[in-house]
Nanobody, 129 residues
């Protein structure tokens, strides 16, 4: 079974950048959709960016496209999320997830409706001066 581990979070000033990584083990990422989610205190976990087997198949939450970029390196079994122009409202725990059910539904459907999704443990991103 595939296992996911997020890294790259931390404290950054407003306007700064971070590059998150999601490393997989136990399986290749070929033909697997990967998504990035975030959960702020007191809020629901939400999909913000997902990618399919092709890097042309991507989804971004509105207003994040242009600041966030998702990419994947199947040889390294790793998916990345480059985050630029960060704002305090971006503060959250960021999770990656894997699914064989499709890259778009992974991001837009409720988390509770996708019991087959594999999750990492998350990495904290804090944007503050």
């Amino acid at each position: 079974q595939v296992q996911l581990v997020e890294s790259g979070g931390g404290l950054v000033q407003p306007g700064g950048s971070l590059n998150l990584s999601c490393a997989a083990s136990g399986s290749t990422l070929d033909d697997v959709a990967i998504g990035w989610f975030r959960q702020a205190p007191g809020k629901e976990r939400e999909g913000i960016s997902c990618i399919g087997s092709s890097e042309d198949s991507t989804y971004y939450k509105p207003f994040l496209e242009g600041r966030f970029t998702i990419s994947r390196d199947n040889a390294k079994r790793t998916v990345y999320l480059q985050m630029n122009s960060l704002e305090p409202e971006n503060t959250a725990v960021y999770y990656c997830a894997a699914s064989t059910k499709g890259w778009l539904r992974l991001c837009v459907l409720p988390v509770t409706s996708q019991p087959d999704t594999v999750w990492g443990r998350g990495t904290q991103v804090t944007v503050s001066s």
